[in-house]
Nanobody, 123 residues
Framework: VQLQASGGGLVQAGGSLSVSCAASGRTTSSYTMGWFRQAPGKELDFVGAINVDDSTYYTDSVKGRFTISRDNAKNTVYLQMNSLKSEDTAVYYC??????????????????WGQGTQVTVSS
């Protein structure tokens, strides 16, 4: 599956932004879809994921602020980010992995990756 992330940009702290991940080749409903982010000089970090049963998981730092959803008709997964903080500034990546019964936190568990989209939160 090929992934294309879009929707990043510049937003003030406390604001909202939505990033999208459009898939081609196979439907996103067949995969666990994950979101990761990488801040300058830091490692790639897990943000959240949505499983094929639409269950979602989030890292603690974004719980209650970020929401992952999917639109199967558009073959697109979304990351809605609210109450953004300066520490959310990063390049955001979407990824697709084979569905499993456990939550896939590690980048190595995902087979396909989008190109990344920059999210910058100004304080």
């Amino acid at each position: 599956v090929q992934l294309q992330a879009s929707g990043g940009g510049l937003v003030q702290a406390g604001g909202s932004l939505s990033v999208s991940c459009a898939a081609s080749g196979r439907t996103t409903s067949s995969y666990t879809m994950g979101w990761f982010r990488q801040a300058p000089g830091k490692e790639l970090d897990f943000v959240g994921a949505i499983n094929v049963d639409d269950s979602t998981y989030y890292t603690d730092s974004v719980k209650g602020r970020f929401t992952i959803s999917r639109d199967n008709a558009k073959n697109t997964v979304y990351l809605q980010m609210n109450s953004l903080k300066s520490e959310d500034t990063a390049v955001y990546y979407c990824a697709a992995g084979r569905p499993t019964s456990w939550v896939k936190f590690r980048p190595s568990e995902y087979e396909s990756w989008g190109q990344g989209t920059q999210v910058t939160v100004s304080s």
